[in-house]
């Protein structure tokens, strides 16, 4: 049936904002950036794992009514869609260390937990993203 998961959805409210944090700062590379008329096809991915995409997309038609829209950017921004996603590192305050020097704000420090250690910050619109070195 199902081998793996390609491409994740992540709603963004700017691509060229969204390229700028996850490409500039958190060190994806871009996979793919077409336009396709309706909207702009925009996917990045870890260097480890280019198989894996994030497409950020910004919330519209064709998928969603601008009314709809509107709603899913607004709780977009007020960070209620839950976590956008969870990366691994081999050390997490190393790593919280590099990405607060690059201007990432986060809203939890480095936390022993019994999984590993964690940290969380969140991409400029909002998005959760929790960084994890497991145990």
């Known amino acids: 049936m199902f081998t793996r998961v390609a491409i994740h ?3 963004v409210l700017d691509q060229q904002e969204a390229l700028d ?3 500039g700062k958190l060190g994806f590379e871009v996979a793919a950036d077409v336009d396709l008329g309706f909207m702009r096809w925009l996917t990045v991915a870890l260097p480890s794992e280019p198989e894996r ?4 997309e910004v919330p519209g038609p064709p998928a969603l009514s601008d009314e ?3 709603q899913v950017r607004d709780l977009v ?6 976590v956008a996603a969870i990366l691994h590192t081999d050390d997490c305050q190393q790593t919280y260390e590099t ?3 690059r201007g990432v704000e986060f809203t939890e420090e480095p936390t022993q937990r019994p999984y590993g250690i964690d940290c969380a910050l969140r991409d400029p619109f909002g998005n959760h993203i929790r960084i994890t070195q497991p145990a």
Request: glycine residues 10%; hydrophobic residues 55%.
């Open 9 to 11: 959805s992540v709603p």
């Open 21 to 23: 944090f996850y490409v």
């Open 53 to 56: 995409e994030l497409l950020l």
């Open 68 to 70: 709809v829209a509107t």
């Open 77 to 82: 921004t007020k960070g209620a869609l839950g």
């Open 99 to 101: 990405l607060s020097a």
